[in-house]
Every structure is written in C-alpha cells, then in structure tokens.
C-alpha cells in the first residue's frame, strides 16, 4: 500500500512537470504579448552622444508580426551634420528575456552619393506597457573594400562577413519608441 502510495506521487509529480513545461512557450508568449504588439512606432535616438546637446534624430519602426522590421530614419534624407545617406534598414526582432531585440542592416553613402559600408543596427529595448519602448542602439560597421565608383560593386555579402562588423559609433545611445496610435 504505502509502495503504491509513492509510486502514485512520483506519477502525478511527473504529470504535474511535463503539464508545466507543455505551457512554458504560451506562457511566454503571453508575457511577451503584453509588452510588444507588432506595429508603427515613433523612434526618438537621443544625439546627445554625437555632440547634438538636447536633440533627437526621429524615425519610423515598422515591427511586423511575422518578426521582420523596416525602419527609417531622418540621416536617410541626408541634410546633416555627417554629410552622409544611408538606406533604409531592414531587419528582423525577437523576444527576449527583458523584452526585444531589433537587428537590421543598411546601406551608408557619401555626399555624392556612392556607397561606401554596410552598417549593422543592434536595439535592445524594453517597456513597462505596449505604448512605450525605451533602450539602446550600438551601430556596427562594414567597409566595401574598394573606393568610389566601384564600392557598391565591392561591398562584401554581410551575412557571410557578419563576424567581420566593427563597432562604429558610440556604444548603448539612448532611444526611445512610442506606438503610433489612430
């Protein structure tokens, strides 16, 4: 009697556990839905860093519910201090543990406006709500290996060379998103 006692627990403790851990990933997912709904967001990236005390380079993120993202921002249109354009960024998001995180490339030309790197945007990003996001941005560069006009024809596959990505701007730049609501 006492043996089938045990032998009663064990099975209901292994039941309880394997119950547990088949609703792990939808208990995450619910977390996770919380804190960020796929859709159009306002970014604010604080130029502070960059020697623009008090002001904010605006942008659009577009976070899809298939995990892709598009983004632009206002160094797109050219017009600053830099004088450089740069593409839109294309990307891909995940969940992560404190929230998400955005991975997206673009293209960066000069003032004539031939392409010289491929430039890799890291955000992790967190929120208490699904209105507001706030965290970091690191930028990480990759030269084309040949000078103007043959750069575009000479910029390397950066998926294949992502390990070869060096840091480019300064690290952890502040930013905040805010949802674009109706």
Known sequence: MKSMRKCNSVRSAILSAIVALSLMPSMAAAN???????GTWYLALDATPYGLEGLSLPGLVALHADRTVLMSDA???GGLPFGTRDSAQ????????????????????DSAGDVMAWYRVELSLSGRNRNTLKGT???FTRSCDRPAPFAAFSCPDPIETAGEFVPADLPDVPVILRRLRP
């Open 32 to 38: 996770h839905s919380r804190l960020v709904v796929p």
């Open 75 to 77: 160094g797109d249109f």
């Open 90 to 109: 294309f990307g891909s998001w995940k969940y992560t543990r404190g929230g998400i995180k955005v991975v997206a490339l673009f293209l960066k030309a």
């Open 137 to 139: 941005v690191n930028v």
